[in-house]
């Protein structure tokens, strides 16, 4: 009976085997122009749909047969600019076009494709599909283009943006866009499609190969994807992909000020003050929400704070790492944080935490000498799984009340995260002491995009989303003097 | 079974609940020992050891005490801002007044005046021009600071130059663990001297990138009117009041800390804080060293008592 049962199962398997080459043939011819490969490691289900093979190209042509037509004399800048490589592309337009500048003939009448239309798929039915002159170019579809030579392509945005942005995807192949002007991991970016989504592929138009894909499992979903790309998205199941204008945050934070004379640790002052200073402070920022947990808030002080709240593989993901900002105020060092109970350990050290792959952005560790100095912050190098910045001291951190709420109050203005963490601390540090500022931030392997350094609050100014395990970081420190 | 039996059994019962109990509670609380006074320093906190290296100084019997004239308002911060060549409208929030539109972005806090400006890209980016080879000498970034502030009229009657001080920014390579410096800028520090005394916490800081740039500007500066004159304790007292206060000390437990100057003078509250008065103080100058890092700082005794100590 088993014999039997692995014979069916491995007819079963051979026929699957069977339609998929099938279907993969059959889709469409394969151009000598475009390499299919470069996907790495990992089993795939199948290669992305070959691009459909064009007979009648016509050097100096666009997309619609038409000669290349100058670019039209706009006196605003484009608030986007798509490089276009020699070849294929695979593209996406990261917001909403302006009305009159949405269609295909007018975004694209300058870009020389030889000739080569330009093509999207339709998910439903499996198909390419040519763009027609007067198709609306929509944020969230793909493209392929083809360009003669490096052109730029220049889009300008509807600035009023209408309406939250949808693209409803099939089951196996789509071809998808990224949304927005902001790099961000795989798994935020398909957070609406999760867990139906399996990969996504990326094309290299330098090297006119596909990226290594991307899973949906850690760490491979925290590598980023980028704006004005296209990407093959791998479904199991229809979804429908969903970005609201406006996404809600989350924030929350613990104290510890009585610690019972834990490993020898004095009480301190204000860590109620300063966790409830930041709570309240952020209670007031746009889209940004205090985190209850069972009805009650992430605001926990002294006996209530513990260890695994912030650990990896404990329950930091019900806690620290289920907030995109949160706050600690307690006892530190170069190597942890330190909690007031034997509830847990009392320390959490940076072997404990891997932080951002839930949820967690930016952390302020209100707590002396986590940060002490570059070579003993190789320590906490390895937090760093979607996180991007850590903000504390490379010194003894004086305590002080309203450094909590002047923080929140500082994000708030547009400032950068890091320098409202400095305005914060130069305006709460007692006078006549020093005690020095220090943030780690994580930075990508692109040159040519800005780094986590420059993050802020979300919405109150851009952040950048940082690869999920980054290798490299910045760091700074600040000597402050009251 | 034997009476002798039941006993060692009821015994052994006894002691094995006894075991359970202590092994709960001892799960249940923690370990417990008497309390210090709280610390303000958010690690190990409080020294051991206070050593006397300075001479008590010859006081006065009786020192003024200050109004705080207060001068945050939002003509203040407009006022300030357009010396400082601000051109963009100021914001408002919780009674606090901001730009951060042009090239220049200004913050003025409401509660005591405190303003910062900062040239944004410079200060709080990564331009290759703030390297230490086009930072100015500390002789020269001084007499840059300094004009700065005149000409831009914020300049203050007892500012006096106490130190230059550089921030550094570094990029740390994963691939061959090493960290670069990126980014480093000077900060000028001027504290003040009001009617002969000292005033910790009033300062205006000057960020000098290179080529001499002024890049930021911190600038904390009440206004204080003359309250009353009232007597004051002696260091002698102000001394021993602050041995049974160690904890005022930054440093951490188990640090000797060393007292190399005793002073009378005022402290103010921080810049996030709003002050009624100026109140006469002893200072203490103290050095230490902290796990090989050197550590100074001033530490205050209140010396009118019946003002409070804080």
């Known amino acids: 009976m088993k014999r039997k049962m692995r014979g069916i199962s491995w007819n079963w398997r051979v026929l699957a085997a069977l339609i998929i080459l099938i279907s993969i043939v059959t889709l469409l011819p394969v151009t000598g122009e475009t390499t299919l490969v470069s996907i790495d490691s990992r089993p795939v289900i199948g290669l992305p749909p070959a691009i459909p093979e064009e007979k009648e190209l016509i050097p100096g042509t666009n997309a619609f047969k038409q000669p290349v037509a100058e670019k039209s004399l706009i006196l605003d800048n484009p608030n986007y600019v798509i490089t276009l490589e020699n070849g294929w592309n695979v593209i996406s337009v990261p917001k909403r076009l302006l009305p009159g500048r949405n269609t295909a003939i007018v975004v694209f009448e300058s870009i020389d494709t030889a000739g080569h239309s330009i093509y999207q798929w339709d998910g439903s039915i499996q198909m390419w599909d040519a763009m027609g002159a007067n198709d609306i170019v929509r944020p969230l579809d793909g493209i392929f283009i083809y360009s003669v030579g490096s052109q730029d392509l220049e889009l300008y ?69 980028f704006p004005g790309k296209g990407y093959w998205l791998w479904m199991n199941g229809g979804d429908t992909m969903q970005y609201p204008k406006a996404k809600n945050y989350y924030f929350g934070g613990e104290y510890v000020n009585l610690y019972h004379g834990i490993e020898g640790l004095s009480d ?73 109970t034997y509830h847990d350990d009392p320390t959490l050290s940076y072997s404990d935490v891997r932080w951002g792959n839930t949820m967690l952005d930016w952390v302020a560790l209100d707590a002396c000498n986590v940060l002490k100095d570059p070579e003993e912050t190789n320590l906490w190098r390895g937090s760093f799984a979607g996180l991007h910045g850590i903000y504390s001291f490379a010194s003894n951190s004086i305590s002080h009340q309203n450094r909590g709420s002047e923080f929140s109050y500082y994000l708030k203005t547009g400032m950068t995260i890091w320098d409202a963490w400095k305005e914060a601390i130069d305006r709460s540090t007692p006078s006549g002491s020093q005690q020095i500022a220090a943030v780690l931030t994580a930075k990508d392997d692109n040159p040519t995009t800005q780094d986590c350094y420059y993050d802020h609050l979300y919405g109150y100014g851009y952040q950048i989303n940082p690869p999920g395990y980054p290798s490299d970081f910045d760091y700074d420190t600040e000597v402050i003097t009251g | 079974m034997t009476i002798m039996n039941r ?40 020294p051991t050891e206070i050593i006397l290296n300075a001479e008590f100084p010859a006081h006065p019997a009786k020192m003024m005490v200050y109004t705080v004239v207060p001068q945050n308002t939002r003509e203040d911060a407009k006022k300030i801002a357009k010396s400082l060549g601000i051109t963009e409208e100021l914001k408002e929030m919780d009674n606090s007044y901001f730009t951060n539109e042009g090239k220049w972005t200004f913050y003025y806090g409401s509660v005591s005046g405190a303003f910062s400006y900062h040239w944004f890209e410079r200060e709080s980016g990564r331009d290759p021009i703030d390297m230490p080879e086009y930072l100015p000498k500390e002789e020269d970034a001084v007499i840059i600071a300094e004009q700065f502030l005149k000409s831009k009229g914020i300049w203050e009657e007892g500012a006096e130059y106490r130190r230059t001080i550089c921030q550094h920014g570094y990029t740390l390579w994963g691939a061959n663990n090493t960290k670069q410096l990126v980014h480093q800028t000077m900060d000028v520090y001027f504290g003040r001297v009001f009617n002969g005394y000292n005033v910790a916490g009033d300062r205006i800081v000057v960020s000098i990138g290179g080529n001499g740039d002024v890049i930021g500007l911190f600038k904390v500066w009440r206004t204080y009117s003359p309250d009353k004159e009232y007597a004051i304790i002696s260091p002698e007292e102000a001394y021993q009041k602050l041995i049974e206060d160690s904890s005022k000390f930054p440093v951490s437990k188990d640090v000797p800390v060393s007292i190399t100057r005793v002073y009378p003078g005022y402290a103010t509250l921080t810049p996030s804080e709003s002050m009624d008065f100026l109140k006469p103080v002893y200072s203490f100058d103290y050095e230490a060293v902290q796990e090989g890092t050197p550590v100074t700082g001033t530490v205050f005794i209140p010396a009118v008592p019946e003002l409070g100590e804080a």
């Open chain 1, 268 to 340: 301190v002052h204000y860590g109620f003050e300063n966790v409830n200073g930041f709570w309240t402070g952020l209670s007031t920022a746009t889209n940004w929400y205090g985190r209850y947990i069972s009805s009650q808030p992430f605001k926990l002080g002294d006996d209530n704070a513990w260890e695994r709240h912030w650990k990896e593989g404990a329950m930091d993901s019900t806690y620290a790492d289920n907030v995109h900002f949160a706050y600690f105020h307690g006892h530190g060092c170069e190597e942890a944080i330190k909690f007031g």
């Open chain 1, 157 to 225: 945005f509807d600035g009023t943006q209408p309406d939250p942005a949808e693209k409803i995807v099939y089951n196996q192949w789509n071809l998808i866009g990224f949304w927005d002007v902001y790099q961000t991991c795989a798994r935020d970016t398909l957070i609406s499609i999760d867990p139906g989504w399996s990969y996504v592929i990326g094309y290299d138009p330098i090297s006119q190969g596909y990226e290594p894909a991307i899973f949906n499992s850690d760490p491979s979903r925290q590598e980023l994807m």
């Open chain 2, 7 to 46: 006993i060692v059994y009821q015994i052994s019962a006894g002691i094995c609940v006894l075991v359970v109990i202590a092994l709960g509670l001892s799960y249940i609380n923690p370990l417990i020992t008497e309390n210090s006074q709280p610390s303000l320093v958010l690690g190990p906190g409080g």
